[in-house]
């Protein structure tokens, strides 16, 4: 008896093991240095938008919970 050739497992579209292969490629390996790239874009963006925008900088608490001492200035006076 002949079976329905609609039950059988359907064949592979041209090129779709290439296509898997790239896309895990993508997914292991490139992907992670993209999304490295992008978050020091964007954190590099805002430091430059604090800086155009002169607001001022936030100073993280230390563990013992004093604040940190301002960055030395060849030029106290000056504010740089």
């Not at 490629?25 to 963006?45: F, N, P, Q, R």
């Not at 430091?47 to 940190?68: D, I, N, S, V």
């Amino acid at each position: 008896m002949k079976r329905s050739p609609l039950k059988d497992a359907p064949l592979h579209n041209p090129g779709q093991s290439l296509e898997e292969k790239i896309q895990r490629l993508m997914d292991d390996e490139v992907s992670k240095y993209a999304l490295a790239s992008v978050l020091v874009t964007v954190l590099t963006l805002m430091e430059w938008f604090r800086w155009y925008a002169k607001l001022p900088e936030h100073r993280q608490a230390t563990p013992q919970g004093k604040r940190q001492k301002k960055a030395f200035s060849p030029c106290p006076q000056s504010g740089i």
